[in-house]
Nanobody, 129 residues
Framework: VQLQASGGGLVQAGGSLRLSCAAS??????????MGWFRQAPGKEHEFVAA????????VYQDSLKGRFTISRNNAKDTVFLQMNSLKPEDTAVYYC?????????????????????WGQGTLVTVSS
């Protein structure tokens, strides 16, 4: 199973980007019950951004990002998205998608990177001031 993140780039402050993360290699009965986005700025630790459950009904965010970022998923295409609006220079980071195919969102600490067994390669988002 692989996760492929895309959609990063250079954007001016106040702009928007939409990140995508496509899963491949899933078997017929294999699902990512929880998909998450994390980010890592230079010199900093991985930071939780958002997570979403299988149905899409439960979306959770880092408190400081609520209202600007929206996570969604299209299970028919095995893809999760992160819509980022009103971007700020402090949003500059490598963004990673991650998947948990073992447990539901209400049984894990979805903010913890260790709960995710699969990771994409990361996509760089640079926000200029």
């Amino acid at each position: 199973v692989q996760l492929q993140a895309s959609g990063g780039g250079l954007v001016q402050a106040g702009g928007s980007l939409r990140l995508s993360c496509a899963a491949s290699g899933l078997t017929r009965n294999q699902n990512f019950y929880v998909m998450g986005w994390f980010r890592q700025a230079p010199g900093k630790e991985h930071e939780f951004v958002a997570a979403i459950n299988w149905s899409g009904a439960i979306q959770v965010y880092q408190d400081s990002l609520k209202g600007r970022f929206t996570i969604s998923r299209n299970n028919a295409k095995d893809t999760v998205f992160l819509q980022m609006n009103s971007l700020k220079p402090e949003d500059t980071a490598v963004y990673y998608c991650a998947g948990n195919n073992v447990k539901s969102i209400d049984t894990i600490d979805y903010r913890a990177p260790t709960e995710y067994g699969y990771w994409g390669q990361g996509t760089l988002v640079t926000v200029s001031s």
